[in-house]
């Protein structure tokens, strides 16, 4: 099995800054794509930025240019780094992996969750 633990949300200003962190841990062979996604009250999740393990990256439309993505493999870490944020931007964000664990198939992973909260 593979656990991810996030850190890093809180409440920020508009305009602020925020570091999301997501570290797996666990009996891990290997971890393909990690991402992160976020929900808001009564919304659908939804994708927030994705990023491969050779370093390709993607985000949404609505992030792009504020948000960054990028991973530590040798910490199996993923971060989330988020500046200008936006009370749309208001959400709990969750980290998500494809990992293979110890004599397991590729399976997709999520952690519990960090609240991210913008005030306008």
């Known amino acids: 099995q593979v656990q991810l633990v996030e850190s890093g949300g809180g409440l920020v200003q508009a305009g602020g800054s925020l570091r999301l962190s997501c570290a797996a841990s666990?009996?891990?062979?290997?971890?393909?794509?990690m991402g992160w996604y976020r929900q808001a009250p009564g919304k659908q999740r939804e994708l927030v930025a994705i990023i491969t393990s050779g370093g390709s990256t993607n985000y949404a439309d609505s992030v792009k240019g504020r948000f960054t993505i990028s991973r530590d493999n040798a910490k199996n870490t993923v971060y989330l780094q988020m500046t200008r944020l936006k009370p749309e931007d208001t959400a709990v964000y969750y980290c998500?992996?494809?990992?293979?664990?110890?004599?397991?198939?590729?399976?997709?992973?999520w952690g519990q969750g960090t609240q991210v909260t913008v005030s306008s």
């Open positions: 998500n992996c494809n990992a293979v664990a110890a004599f397991q198939s590729a399976s997709q992973y």
């Open positions: 666990g009996s891990i062979f290997s971890i393909n794509a």
